[in-house]
């Protein structure tokens, strides 16, 4: 089955910078990359996804980067606010096969004023 | 419209109940999955339903656990004779997963605490 490693576990920065976390997964059939925000005592919700036909994806200041050939994809965040202060799951799965996804472990990103 | 919904927000329970929760998905939304997330931890899938049916059950963790959906739509996980172990907060989430659209949709979930 699929694995997804997820680094770091824990991001800390300072506003205005940027952050990178990336994952890495294991089953080359994978063809989807979601990347989900989860605030303190709220619910996971999608900010960015990427499908393996393309590179990378940006909206606004969040951008994904997929390399196929190495498994691996990056959420990128610039110019960090303490409002993205939140964990960031990654996610794999294979679109059209058994629709379930594969998960990363988290990164807790604090963004400091 | 109506996000995904799921009741009881709260749920306190003493060692060795039963408890049922319950998990209103998009309508029209296909998929229906049931996820675990423990204090400060990752999303652990316990099971899938496409339509009524859950091809994968493979990530509930006992026999206690089981999970049912009726009209394609509702879901309900029921935990038998909870363990102090069970507690954490059970995710609801749906798709459409007609392979274009495989975003999934989360609901608030239900923190379970079994005393």
């Known amino acids: 089955g699929e694995n997804v490693e997820q680094h770091p576990s824990t991001l800390s920065v300072q506003e205005g910078d940027s952050a990178v976390i990336k994952c890495t997964y294991s089953?080359?059939?994978?063809?989807?990359f979601p990347w989900y925000k989860q605030e303190l005592g709220k619910r996971p919700q999608l900010i960015i996804d990427?499908?393996?036909?393309?590179g990378e994806k940006k909206d606004q200041r969040i951008a994904v980067t997929l390399n196929k050939t190495a498994k691996h994809f990056s959420l990128h965040i610039t110019e960090t606010q303490p409002e993205d202060s939140a964990v960031y799951f990654c996610a794999a799965l294979l679109s059209g096969g058994s629709y379930i996804p594969t998960f990363g472990r988290g990164t807790s990103l604090i963004v400091h004023p | 419209g109506a996000g995904v919904s799921q009741s009881p927000s709260n749920k306190v329970t003493e060692k060795g109940k039963d408890v049922e929760l319950r998990c209103d998905p998009i309508s029209g939304h296909t998929a229906l999955y049931w996820y675990r997330q423990s204090l400060g931890q990752g999303l652990e899938f316990l099971i899938y339903f496409q339509g009524n049916s859950a091809p994968d059950k493979s990530g509930l963790p006992s026999d206690r656990f089981s999970a049912e959906r009726t009209g394609g739509s509702v879901s309900t996980l029921t935990i038998q004779r909870t363990q102090q172990e069970d507690s954490a907060v059970y995710l609801c989430?749906?798709?459409?997963?007609?392979?274009?659209?495989?975003?999934?949709?989360f609901g608030p979930g239900t923190r379970l605490t079994v005393l």
């Open positions: 089953d080359s059939a994978s063809n989807y």
């Open positions: 990427i499908r393996s036909n393309v």
């Open positions: 989430a749906s798709s459409l997963a007609q392979g274009a659209g495989d975003t999934q949709y």
